[in-house]
C-alpha cells in the first residue's frame, strides 16, 4: 500500500465514525439527553423537565478526588442559584456504590439533588462519560452550553449562569 492509500483509508474510517456519532446521538450532539434518572430520595427526574433555566448536571463519584474538591463550588452555586430556578443534578457513576453515595451526602450535607446511576445508562447517554468530574451546563432549551472535564471554575460557572438566566 501506498501512503495515499493510507489517507484515503483514513479518511474513511474517521467518516465514518463520524456518521456513526451523529446516528447514535440523533444528529444532535450539542442536546442533552432525554434521560429519567433516580435520585437516592427515590425521585425520578427527568431532563427535559428542567427545561426553562438553566441546569447543571455533574458526573462524580465518591473516590474521586477532584469531585470532593469541586463539592464546595456546587455547594456555593446551589446556595446563589437555586432559589433563581437553576437545578444541579449530581450523577454518582454506575461503579459508586448507593450507601457510599448516601453516607457522603449526608457527611458532607450535600444539597443539591444526588442521583444514582447504578446501570451506567445516564453516563452513556451524556456521550459515555467514563472520567470524573465531568460537568454539563445546559441552556433553559437544553443545549450544552459547556461540557468540563475536571473541576471547573467557579467564576467563570458564575458568569455563564448569569447569562443564560439574563437571556431566559
Not at 38 to 51: F, H, P, Q, V, Y
Request: hydrophobic letters at 45%; proline letters at 5%.
Amino acid at each position: 500500500m501506498n501512503k495515499n492509500n493510507n489517507g484515503t483509508y483514513l479518511f474513511i474510517a474517521l467518516l465514518i465514525g463520524f456518521a456513526g456519532m451523529l446516528y447514535l446521538n440523533g444528529g444532535q450532539l450539542n442536546q442533552a439527553p432525554n434521560i429519567t434518572v433516580n435520585t437516592i430520595t427515590g425521585e425520578k427526574i427527568s431532563i427535559a423537565s428542567l427545561r426553562g433555566k438553566p441546569a447543571l448536571i455533574t458526573f462524580w463519584a465518591t473516590d474521586c478526588p477532584g469531585c470532593v474538591k469541586e463539592i464546595p463550588h456546587l455547594k456555593a452555586l446551589h446556595a446563589d442559584y437555586a432559589a433563581k430556578g437553576v437545578n444541579i443534578i449530581a450523577i454518582a457513576m454506575q461503579h459508586d456504590r448507593p450507601d457510599h453515595v448516601i453516607a457522603m451526602t449526608k457527611d458532607r450535607e450535600l444539597p443539591y439533588t444526588i442521583a444514582l446511576d447504578p446501570m451506567g445508562e445516564a453516563a452513556k447517554a451524556f456521550g459515555n462519560v467514563r472520567l470524573t468530574p465531568t460537568t454539563f451546563l445546559l441552556t433553559p432549551d437544553s443545549t450544552i452550553a459547556m461540557q468540563k472535564l475536571g473541576v471547573f471554575d467557579e467564576k467563570a460557572m458564575r458568569q455563564q449562569l448569569d447569562e443564560l438566566l439574563a437571556n431566559s
